[in-house]
């Protein structure tokens, strides 16, 4: 008799009894059953090399005799669980090539028969994919979760424990720089982020997502997000300062926009901002000054590969294109309208390539102009609008008039002072007035001053 019979006997008699009985009772059993046919080799006097080779045979042998028909689906699917977490407990000292044969072969003889062990298949694959993580072999291990059919499941899908397994896969996946089906792993788990409650889940879900938007150079999405994460997590400093990094990174390369200029105000105005290299040029860029490419050097230090990539064929990089982008918003709001020529002698680029980049940014709404091409130069309509200065002076007159303090009334220079800011508040007063009346004269008569 050859000991896969001898095992399908045992187990066929010795759980008969106990195929009925509690679930928790059947496992300990089979764990039991399991521990003691390991003992028994362990107590032989051979090499360490030898044994490893002995107990790999004999949890296969174990596998071939709990599928057989002889053995209840009961007893079978519990001794293939303990199966399963005898060879991922390191105590055991099972080694990497023994826990992976031994899994594959689990695998390979109950893949078809999904339904009937559907538990056992998810624990086993989670097991192995462990393994070839821990050998570094990311795609592998990602494969391995990617496999998992919860939807085909018996019973209700628990998301507590399907949602960490889809975050595992997409991150396994980006180490394994493939992109593509990181991003189809995490389109598998948003499906489910409304349904989860748990804190620390909800926090990998965003780390990963941020991580995801910015490998496919969404900056703005990516900026935000890593924002979102370092005003959260106030727990972790030092985690939160590369954090913050991370969003003044992405927002610094993200195209030039009136969206941009806000998340770049919002990292601007956080305490720890000032700690950070970057912090130097976040400020010229909210405060609308132009940068020169020589500044750029020791931010784009601290860029990762991605970030570095080249764009316009090899004419720039992704920071070079982010600064041009940058100068020209700034200058739209120095200049009424300027020849394409010299707009690109200041951004150091050809004529042809100035008027490209803007032909886009206005293309896409991320800045108002008019092109004259015949006669090559761009008519800029500025930052701000009549309607948005209207707008602020409405805020304005509804906010509550703070009264000067009492020292600043007490002395006649104080009084004098008193009299040139009530003239300058009644001309502010009467040029308000003008740009909510006629709108169309005072753009006219500013564009002139200016």
């Not at 727990?235 to 990174?249: C, M």
């Not at 992405?250 to 990292?267: E, I, W, Y």
């Not at 400020?283 to 020589?294: A, D, G, H």
Request: proline share 2%; with cysteine.
């Amino acid at each position: 008799m050859s000991q896969v019979d001898q095992l399908v006997s045992e187990l066929s008699t010795q759980f008969r009894g106990e195929a009925g009985g509690a679930a928790g009772g059947l496992e300990a059993s089979a764990r039991t059953f399991i521990e003691a046919k390991l003992s028994a080799l362990s107590s032989g006097s051979s090499s360490a090399e030898q044994l490893g080779a002995l107990q790999r045979q004999l949890l296969v042998d174990i596998i071939d005799a709990s599928i057989a028909d002889q053995v209840g689906l009961a007893t079978s699917t519990a001794v293939l669980q303990e199966v399963v977490c005898l060879v991922d407990r390191p105590e055991h000292g099972f080694g990497m090539r023994a826990q992976q044969d031994v899994l594959l072969h689990l695998l390979s003889k109950i893949q078809q028969r999904q339904m009937a062990y559907d538990s056992v298949i998810t624990e086993a694959r989670k097991a192995l994919a462990k393994s070839l993580a821990a050998e570094e072999k990311w795609e592998e291990a990602a494969r391995q979760l990617q496999s998992i059919r919860f939807e085909q499941s018996q019973g209700t899908l628990n998301i507590a424990s399907v949602f960490p397994v889809y975050i595992w896969t997409t991150q396994l996946f980006l180490q394994a720089e493939n992109l593509d089906q990181a991003v189809v792993s995490l389109n598998r788990a948003a499906a489910h982020i409304m349904q989860v409650s748990d804190v620390e889940q909800i926090m990998q879900y965003r780390f990963v997502q941020a991580r995801v938007l910015s490998l496919t150079h969404k900056y703005i999405e990516a900026a935000i997000i890593y924002h979102n994460i370092f005003q959260t997590n106030t727990k972790d400093a030092a985690g939160q300062l590369e954090v913050l990094r991370q969003a003044i990174n992405c927002a610094v390369l993200a195209a030039a926009s009136p969206q941009k200029m806000r998340v770049l105000s919002g990292l601007h105005r956080e305490k720890l901002a000032p700690t950070l290299p970057s912090f130097g040029l976040v400020e010229k860029m909210v405060l609308k000054r132009l940068i020169k490419p020589t500044e750029l050097e020791q931010f784009s230090q601290q860029l990762e590969k991605h970030q570095c990539e080249s764009v316009s064929g090899g004419k720039t990089t992704v920071l070079g294109s982010a600064v041009r982008e940058h100068n020209v918003f700034v200058l739209s709001s120095l200049y009424t309208s300027i020849r394409f020529e010299n707009l690109g002698r200041l951004l150091g680029i050809d004529t042809e390539e100035a008027e490209l980049m803007c032909a886009r940014m206005i293309a896409e709404g991320r800045m108002k102009g008019r092109i004259d091409q015949i006669a090559g130069v761009i008519t800029f309509e500025g930052a701000r609008e009549v309607k948005e200065v209207a707008a602020a002076i409405s805020m304005k007159k509804q906010a509550a008039v703070q009264p000067p303090p009492m020292y600043f009334r007490e002395t006649v220079h104080a009084r004098w002072d008193g009299r040139i800011v009530n003239l300058c508040q009644s001309i502010e007063d009467a040029v308000d007035m003008l740009i909510e009346r006629q709108p169309v004269y005072a753009r006219t008569l500013f564009r002139r001053v200016a």
